[in-house]
């Protein structure tokens, strides 16, 4: 099993800055990709940020200059620093990750989320 635990969610005044947390636990063996992904009340879950085992990163259009996606791979671990936030950021923010466990094959496995609120 692999268990992911995220944290840093809340509410936030525009302008203003949170970091979110995702640590990924369990019978890992190799990871592959962590991601960041958001979902808004009435649409769809897209993506925020995504980071390879190469730190390759990749950002949404909306994420590009004011989020920055990092990772520790000693602690399977990824981060998201979110700046200058807007109203427009608000969402339940999930974390994913994709490797492979030992023994068992790959995993694709989501986080529970975390909700980001950005009001004055």
């Known amino acids: 099993q692999v268990q992911l635990v995220e944290s840093g969610g809340g509410l936030v005044q525009p302008g203003g800055s949170l970091r979110l947390s995702c640590a990924a636990s369990?019978?890992?063996?190799?990871?592959?990709?962590m991601g960041w992904y958001r979902q808004a009340p009435g649409e769809q879950r897209e993506l925020v940020a995504r980071i390879t085992h190469g730190d390759i990163t990749n950002y949404a259009d909306s994420a590009k200059g004011r989020f920055t996606i990092s990772r520790d791979g000693a602690k399977n671990t990824v981060y998201l620093q979110m700046n200058s936030l807007k109203p427009e950021d608000t969402a339940v923010y999930y974390c994913?990750?994709?490797?492979?466990?030992?023994?068992?094959?790959?995993?694709?496995?989501w986080g529970q989320g975390t909700k980001v609120t950005v009001s004055s």
């Open positions: 369990g019978s890992i063996s190799s990871i592959n990709t």
């Open positions: 994913n990750v994709v490797g492979t466990r030992r023994f068992f094959g790959s995993f694709d496995k």
